[in-house]
């Protein structure tokens, strides 16, 4: 850790660190309480909901959280939209429709796509393919390869984003994680930079390695999606692995406070 800056801030992952669908990792809002002398963002992939449902979800497991500490994948699709002033085809499930509200999608000359389970059909993908084919760009919400479940591991939104890609012959624009342009959107917002930065996920590519590759520290934990070996897949690897988020919030508070 020489020459690094004091520590700044500490990103946290979501689903799969703080907890599994609607049940908390154990310890897990204990150890965020732990943290209060940290500056921490929650930066989450997740697209099955919008914000403001995720805030609610997290408050009823107890979380001590306020709703503009949380920086999704979705906010980050939105803006590029109107950036671009594109009419997107959302493949999103309509639980996260309201991230979109205003965004006008008639005739639409753009492809948004995240994990969208309802909506993952022949019919609506062939639509998306023949858009694509027409020169509508794809926008990938992020490409997960797939997440952690209560009944187990489910295919995330990547294998789809990836088919559609292979059937055009094109290149999807990423706009979440492990996007180098997501975290530092995400620091930008607490005037953090990266090498004053931690970032916590049970993703190794997603969370850890772009984290890495962005400029911060990533501390992997073994819950959620994390599979052994999965330090492994990344070159550098981890700064360090933890067994779960408290056990990484005590490192932190151990060697940075």
Request: aromatic share 8%.
């Amino acid at each position: 850790m020489a020459g690094r800056r004091a520590l700044k801030a500490v990103l946290v992952d979501l689903s799969g660190t703080l907890h599994v669908e609607d049940t908390a990792i154990n310890g897990a809002q204990e150890a965020l309480q732990r943290s209060s002398s940290l500056n921490v963002r929650f930066v989450t992939n997740t697209t099955k909901e919008c914000k403001r449902t995720l805030f609610e979800r997290l408050k009823k497991m107890e979380f001590d959280i306020r709703e503009d500490e949380i920086f999704t994948s979705l906010s980050a699709a939105r803006s590029l939209v109107e950036q671009k002033q594109l009419r997107p085809l959302l493949l999103v499930e309509d639980s996260a429709l309201e991230d979109f509200q205003g965004i006008d999608i008639s005739d639409p000359n753009a492809v948004v796509i995240g994990l969208a389970p309802e909506h993952f059909n022949y019919q609506t993908m062939n639509r998306a393919f023949r858009l694509i084919l027409d020169g509508a760009p794809l926008i990938a919400i992020h490409k997960a390869r797939y997440y952690k479940r209560k009944d187990g591991l489910a295919l995330g939104p990547g294998p789809f984003v990836t088919g559609l890609e292979y059937a055009t012959d094109c290149t999807a624009t990423v706009v979440g994680k492990p996007e180098k342009t997501f975290f530092l959107e995400a620091l930008r917002g607490i005037g953090c930079a990266p090498e004053e930065a931690i970032m916590i996920g049970d993703d190794a590519r997603d969370d850890v390695g772009g984290a890495q590759a962005a400029g911060m520290q990533g501390i992997l934990v073994k819950t959620g999606k994390y599979r052994q070996g999965d330090e492994g897949k990344i070159n550098p690897g981890p700064y360090v692995t933890c067994e779960n988020f408290p056990q990484a919030v005590d490192h932190i508070l151990k060697n940075f406070s």
